[in-house]
């Protein structure tokens, strides 16, 4: 029988198993995989080769000790190497160790390049960026929004670099902004601090709406002006909004963390500042047709909501129909109560006048005057007789004479002061007396103040004398609602 499958025959000598090459190779990439998942290691390449598959073949040779190692940076991580990949390149790699078993060659898997010193920059930063954000200048809760229609933007670049051209060429197709630009250096020993002075000359500039800081891609070595902590502090405080637009989408900076908004590239970074004017006018086509569907919605809802409440109300000349007809009712009642009140009044009133006409005293005058006449003739007889008999019966006459036209004229002149009286109290003029008036257009008494409008000239007579007026406002009478 056959020893089974996967098994090495054993040592007739040492009696111990034996391994293929393949299961060592496997054995010894397994362990040194586990050993060395993440390393970093400095050295110089050597032997740098790229393939049409993008990946990347070196040889990482010591510096100081000969020693060397093979190595591959697949195309994903070749693609984001802050460290130029070529012959003579001293770099600082972050890798893991393996073997090849094909070849059972040692080797290492890069996944980041660094330039040999990098390392020790990259904490640095790492250190200055967690200072900034203890003091909450990396904080989201503090970003500020970017006003939607800047008309001043102010760019922090170099007038020499294709950044500046990039962010003129792209915002003059989306629309038209002022832009004022305050020239800096933006790589090598003095860029930080001409960065930082030309921050703060374009703060200055009035109407300034957003600041966008800009550069283009470069190794890590060209950006670092961007990660100096006097930049990034000026930066977290300039008046306005800012953006930042330094290098390439896998480029981050610690200017891209303290700005308020970040952009992938300064061509992306005034796409986000200035806004499209093609995108606007459709987006308040859109707005429009959308106000105008809700006005017609809303005009639409009222009229049905007006149609449903003229359901419910009806006609209104029915609605008056009935209040009318009682108005008028009520109308002819008072009319035919007030005729009834005033009948007795002006009955008893033509009676006092009818006796009054009797005992009137031109009427009584003349029946007065009719018998004096006659005395006087009888007297004129008897005053021919020149006899003492004849003037003793003329004073006789003379006293019967007077004391018939006292007693005659008595009762008429008592009948006449009582009726007198009776008609005073009936009289209007005796109501004038207790301080009432009377309005009088035309001669005519006026009787409701809707016969008369504003600006009527209108007379007022009172007990003594008469006013002339002219009528400011008419409130009408208050409608009796009827039975």
């Known amino acids: 029988m056959g020893e089974p499958r996967g098994q090495a025959p054993a040592s007739e000598d040492a009696g111990e198993r034996v391994l293929r090459v393949a299961e060592l190779n496997r054995i010894a990439r397994l362990s040194l995989e586990e050993r060395f998942p993440d390393v970093w290691v400095e050295g110089e390449l050597t032997d740098v080769s790229r393939p049409g598959s993008g990946h990347v073949y070196f040889t990482l040779a010591d510096a100081e000790v000969p020693s060397q190692i093979r190595g591959v940076m697949f195309r994903s991580d070749a693609q984001r190497a802050k460290a130029s990949l070529t012959n003579g390149s001293r770099v600082r790699l972050r890798a893991s160790l393996t073997i090849y078993e ?12 660094l330039p040999a010193g990098e390392g020790d920059r990259a904490a640095e930063v790492a250190r200055m960026r967690a200072k900034l954000a203890a003091e909450g200048l990396m904080d989201p809760a503090r970003k500020r929004t970017l006003p939607r229609f800047p008309r001043k933007i102010g760019l922090v670049t170099s007038r020499d670099g294709a950044a500046l051209h990039d962010i003129v060429r792209v915002a003059s197709a989306r629309m038209g902004v002022e832009f004022v630009l305050a020239h800096c250096q933006v790589q090598g020993a003095e860029a930080p601090r001409s960065i930082v002075a030309a921050l703060r000359g374009i703060q200055r500039v009035p109407g300034l709406d957003l600041v966008i800081i800009a550069r283009g891609g470069g190794a890590a070595e060209d950006l670092s002006a961007y990660d100096d902590e006097r930049v990034a502090r000026e930066v977290a405080s300039c008046r306005v909004p800012t953006v930042s637009g330094v290098g390439h989408e896998v480029d981050v900076s610690t200017v891209d963390l303290v700005a308020d908004v970040r952009a992938a590239t300064p061509s992306n970074a005034a ?16 707005l429009e047709r959308a106000l105008a569907r809700s006005f017609d919605q809303r005009v639409q809802r009222e009229r049905l ?19 009318r007809q009682r ?18 009044p002006r009955r008893a009133l033509e009676a006092l006048r009818a006796r009054l006409a009797v005992h009137e005293p031109g009427v009584r005058l003349a029946l007065d005057r009719e018998r004096i006449d006659t005395l006087h003739a009888r007297l004129l007889r008897i005053s021919g007789d020149p006899t003492t008999a004849g003037r003793q019966a ?42 009432y008036a009377i309005a009088m257009v035309d001669g005519r008494a006026l009787i409701s103040a809707s016969d008369v409008k504003p ?29």
């Open 102 to 113: 094909g070849r059972g060659q040692y080797q290492l898997i890069a996944r980041v390049a």
């Open 271 to 286: 796409e986000i500042a200035v806004p499209d004017a093609r995108s606007v006018r459709a987006e308040v086509d859109g």
């Open 305 to 323: 909501r007006l149609e449903r409440l003229g359901g419910r109300v009806g006609d209104p000349r029915r609605q008056l129909a009935a209040p």
């Open 327 to 344: 108005l008028a009712h009520a109308l002819a009642a008072l009319e035919r109560s007030a005729g009834k009140r005033l009948a007795e």
């Open 394 to 435: 003329l004073e006789n006459a003379r006293a019967r004479l007077q004391a018939a036209g006292r007693s005659a004229t008595r009762p008429p002149r008592h009948a006449l002061a009582r009726m007198a009286g009776t008609l005073e109290a009936l009289s209007p003029l005796g109501i004038l007396a207790r301080g």
């Open 455 to 483: 600006g009527t000239e209108v007379a007022l007579r009172l007990h003594r004398g008469t006013l002339e007026a002219i009528v400011q406002r008419v409130t009408p009478p208050r409608e009796d609602p009827g039975p």
